[in-house]
């Protein structure tokens, strides 16, 4: 497949042709409406590599958001655009992590409409000149995606606020969901115009484009893809309510990495894959994965910073110090304290005001000393909701002013226009404590500013009227529900319902000794100013160079439609296996071994009746009438429930309890295969047992003659597996002087014999067959959970031994597309039983050959 670099198009639109019988016909790839692009000639839609190799060798890294971090200003003359980076964009200032060897290229939106027919031209320009490509959406698809799924459905829901009623924020409208969709698909097709698969790194940003990832996928299996959330991830029982639920999970799990900022927002991430879509985590040297179709998804858990460089140049500015020096002369004899907040539902403005009415009727020495100076940002959305909180906001600060105000004192300032970054930072400066009460925030970066701006410099020193040699101060007061709350171990938190909570806290910043305040300004400054947004840009390109890594190792392609696609990654060696190629081995040999699992592999885990059907039962005697065949059924239930299911199966071999008894046939008794002295240490382990169940409600235990099984599938899925952590250790530790091992699997916490295990089946049933002669050329071993790979570990290393014939044929092969020892999968107990059929059948053909010969 033709590389789609950015340099063919820089080349393009620099008017370079000397790439143009390199690139042939694929030359118009910067596309300006909306629409999927034509792949002209390119037959082969699923390729993930590149037949070109890209013209630039340096790394590279196409970031997309929602908006370009640009801003767009109209010409005075009415002709056409110019452009200049955002400085306040994170998009933009994540550039210093990356370093200047990694090349940056943008995908995003413009905030300001383009007319259609100039287009071509902006995004001409802006390739050329800040090597950004800009999607163009036309403004109903914009206003359905972004003002209406987006914010009247994602936003909300991801701040825990549910759509119990019409008014709060509208009931689930698909035709949004539809936009959204679509506006992601014409993102992917921006992205798809420049990106060298093979080599380049992506990375989506927010809520805007979660199923991004699987369109990029979908076209590049093996696309490095990372995904950062910065809003917050709410607890499954909120996410749960929405009606695309799996969609999205899906979608974001085609990512290589994704990104939090709290470990809060990963785990209810987690929480949801694993009660949703079954999806259990693993933690392996302080790295969180998930395990998905062979692929490994990478969590990250690292709260952004912010730009250091930014913000201390600002600080730097002549207008700063001067407005340092009004703002001292205007709250003289005062004491600040200070809130910046967005004017969104959120926020927890109101809340924030209520707590300083009750701070002055506590505390009423207070009053004519504290103001509270509220920054009111214009909110981001729009609607109902906004303009309520502008109205309560409004009423609330009058009402305040009006009761305890005098000539010369009000004791809340709002200030609802907007502000130029170095008043915001003049505000800073000067006040004594920072209040952050949002009631939810993904991260919220304004205790980081404060932070650093109250460390001041030399010429704000002088403004503040401060002496130099004396340690830096500064208090927070923020709220326990924001993103940025778990690093700021030295803030006052708070609970911003609870207004007498907030209220004494906002007096003890103001009360707190002087050496504390320097002590908790110096801690919070180490953190802030060493996390800053470079570092962690840094830390995430990092993890996502480390989570691709196995890319190229390993077989991949995509199965499912939609956005129910996904890519299957396995190890080269691991194959399905074909019918006819087992079938065909099976017809030219011999001596066969046949071991067969039976729930999961011939009877699906999830069927109720796990009783065997006649259609089994029936090819298991055709395998067993076969004279060249030694079949064994192992299984890890009890010998009386084999007996009774398979007792029409003659001289079927079963190997009961995970291999503890055994018997070749029905004439032959059942024999231990492990000796064990005594059953004592049941007498420990059935108590602790009892009590996990009677406290784990849908817990079972199992008895069996050799081993106790505590099952939990029924059990609330995080609740059972935290149970059976804590029972596994329990029992490890009352049983750590007895001959037994304890051991998890698949929903359920195993005591047994130490020796017990399927591998001993194999070993014995090989064993056996090599005495007798017959040395099995043929090897079939077949199950589906972690108690049969140490069958296929037998069977794997028996092929250099001489239990088996040096032309032996062996299929260790296991249910689903997993890690395994097994060389072999087939998809699902269906597959295997059809298989099974198949060697039923050449038995039988067999069968029916020799009969007709001997007559």
Known sequence: MVSRSYSNLLDLASGDTSTFGRVGKRLPRVMTVAGIISELDDDNCNSVSSDVPSSISQERMIIVGNQLPLRAHRRSDGGGWYFSWDEDSLLLQLKDGLGEDVEVIYVGCLREEIDPSEQDDVAQTLLETFKCVPAFLPPDLFTRFYHGFCKQHLWPLFHYMLPLSPDLGGRFDRSLWQAYVSVNKIFADKVMEVINPDDDFVWVHDYHLMVLPTFLRKRFNRVKLGFFLHSPFPSSEIYRTLPVRDELLRALLNSDLIGFHTFDYARHFLSCCSRMLGLAYQSKRGYIGLEYYGRTVSIKILPVGIHMGQLRSVMNLPETESRVSELMDTFKGQTVLLGV?????????????????????????????????????????????????????????????????????????????????????????????????????????????????????????????????????????????????????????????????????????????????????????????????????????????????????????????????????????????????????????????????????????????????????????????????????????????????????????????????????????????????????????????????????????ETKESALVWHYQYADPDFGSCQAKELLDHLESVLANEPVSVKSGQHIVEVKPQGVSKGLVAERLLSTMQRKGMLPDFVLCIGDDRSDEDMFEVITSAVEGPSLSPVAEVFACTVGQKPSKAKYYLEDTTEIVRMLQGLATASNQAARSSSQLSH
């Open 341 to 701: 907040d967005d004017m969104d539902i959120f926020k927890g403005i109101s809340l924030k005001l209520l707590a300083m009415e009750q701070l002055l009727i506590q505390h009423p020495d207070w009053s004519g000393k504290v103001v509270l100076v509220q920054i009111a940002n214009p909110a981001r959305g729009r609607g109902r909701d906004v303009q309520e909180v502008q109205s309560e906001t409004y009423s609330t600060a009058e009402r305040i002013n009006a009761k305890f105000g005098r000539p010369g004192y009000k004791p809340v300032i709002l200030i609802d226009t907007p502000l130029q970054f170095y008043e915001r930072i003049a505000y800073y400066m000067i006040a004594e404590c920072c209040l952050v009460t949002a009631v939810r925030d993904g991260m919220n970066l304004i205790p980081y500013e404060y932070i650093i701006c109250r460390h001041g410099n030399e010429k704000l020193d002088v403004a503040l009227q401060a002496d130099p040699s004396t340690p830096k101060k500064s208090m927070l007061v923020v709220s326990e529900f924001i993103g940025c709350s778990p690093s700021l171990s030295g803030a006052i938190r708070v609970n911003p319902w609870n207004i007498d909570a907030v209220a004494e806290a906002m007096d003890s910043a103001l009360v707190v000794p002087e050496s504390e305040k320097q002590l908790r300004h110096e801690k919070h400054y180490r953190y802030v100013s060493t996390h800053d947004v470079g570092y962690w840009a840094q830390s995430f390109l990092q993890d996502l160079e480390r989570a691709c890594r196995d890319h190229l190792r390993k077989r991949c392609w995509g199965i499912g439609f939609g956005l129910g696609f996904r890519v299957i990654a396995l190890d080269p060696n691991f194959r399905k296996l074909s019918v006819e190629h087992i079938v065909s081995a099976y017809k030219r040999t011999k001596n066969r071994a046949i071991l067969l699992d039976y729930d999961g592999t011939m009877m699906p885990q999830t069927s109720i009746n796990k009783t065997p059907n006649p259609e089994a039962i029936g090819f298991l005697n055709s395998l067993c009438r076969d004279p060249k065949n030694v079949v064994f059924l192992v299984s890890g239930r009890d010998k009386k429930t084999l007996t009774e299911w398979f007792s029409s199966c003659e001289k079927l071999g079963i190997a009961a309890e995970h291999g503890y008894l055994a018997r070749l046939n029905q004439d032959e008794d059942w024999e231990t295969c492990v000796n064990v002295a005594d059953f004592d240490w049941k007498q420990t382990a059935e108590p602790v047992m009892k009590l996990y169940t009677e406290t784990t409600d849908g817990s079972t235990i």
